[in-house]
DNA sequence: CAGCTGACAGATTTCAATATCTGTCATCTG
DNA sequence: CAGATGACAGATATTGAAATCTGTCAGCTG
């Protein structure tokens, strides 16, 4: 694309690769589109990142850390942490609704993404179960839940909702009815939580 | 294979289709690969099924109904719901992972099979659901569950246990951990379902 | 000399020609 | 004549040669 005197910083190539990828998918994609979307030659790419596996990690990481950062502040909000529970489990399936009902086609991609094994996923995984351990521990000190582990208690939820928050199940999000399975899964599990 | 006199019936026609997508995977499959097995011409196959898909979704539903059948029997039987639900749950579980565990490709085939958009996949989620309902119905009955509406907590039991029976998961199965992970949510589950 | 380039080897992908498959049906056979 | 066959048209899959990509690196440039 049209070439840039600024510095080339891997910031600069995240973005361009976020573009490639929106406009070739994630089959097509290449090294080198990026390179060419930014007027710089491939191996220059290759100075910020060792390989086309990193570069798209790091995209991913990128990715998935903007809904984390969505849901941290529900997390350590102060307030009734059965209701900062509920908006929590529904706030993560809005934010997850949403980008894959907004462009289907760049969620596909970024599942590709996902799926392609490395360590981001895992770790944003960490990072939201940390957030919901987090509420159910200030919900275990105001004696509302009772759990004798709120880590595993975090993953018991996290898991439980799966459905609602893991792509894999993206295509029934936009059923009808899926809001009224959601609500009857948060209410299972927070009756299971309640002391 | 082997020439036959015996008649060309459906059950027939699917045990061979079976083997064949035993022996070749879902993609290299062929109605006239069947046919070979059988020692019979492919248009034969077609007098029976009118079309691949729908020979590829009977053997699926075949398949299915194994699964079904298995646990039934917990469903019907008497005794304490909630131990009843407890081992229904290990029970579907437990068939499950062996499924995936003891032949992986053949798993993956039927993976494939079930992703075809069919109503094979729907009733065999309907079929289990109304196993769950029936167990509920009779915690309720018996005072230790309390619960409005038992087909909706069934469905909801169904999408919170979906990490240890949805196909989706399955290479998560073999991990250390799953099983206190499995432990976890079940706990969670009746919890939620006590009155 | 820090950062960029572009040629290169080996791996992967594309593309078009070729082969195989699906589904139909006129015809055959017991 | 019920049930099986195999030739056929159009759709799909395979194959192998050519094009492109990944990752490296010696050398260029500011």
């Known amino acids: 694309m049209a070439p840039t005197t600024e510095t080339l910083t891997a ?9 490639v990828l929106r406009r070739h998918g994630p089959a097509k994609a290449t090294v080198v589109d990026v390179a060419r ?5 491939h191996g220059s790419v290759y100075r910020h990142f060792r ?25 350590a909000a102060e307030g009734d942490p059965e209701a900062r529970l509920r908006d929590w489990l529904s706030a993560l399936f809005a934010a997850k609704r949403r980008k894959a009902g907004d462009d ?8 590709v993404l ?19 351990a987090r509420i159910i521990r200030s919900g275990v000190d105001a004696g509302s839940f009772d759990t004798a582990d709120p880590e595993a208690s975090a993953r018991a939820v ?11 199940y993206s295509r029934e999000w936009e059923r009808p009815g899926v809001e009224g399975e959601f609500e009857a899964v948060v209410e299972l599990v927070v009756r299971g939580l309640h002391s």
């Open 114 to 132: 996902t799926g392609e094994a490395g360590t981001a996923v895992g770790e944003h995984i960490t990072d939201l179960t940390a957030q919901l």
């Open 104 to 111: 289907p086609e760049l969620f596909a991609t970024y599942m």
């Open 37 to 41: 979307a930014l007027g710089v030659s």
């Open 51 to 75: 390989t086309k596996a990193a570069l798209r990690e790091a995209v991913t990481k990128r990715w998935l850390d903007r809904t984390s950062g969505e849901l941290s502040g529900i997390a």
């Open 158 to 168: 996290f898991h439980a909702t799966g459905r609602f928050h893991d792509p894999c």
């Open 11 to 19: 910031e600069r190539i995240l973005e361009a690769t976020e573009e």
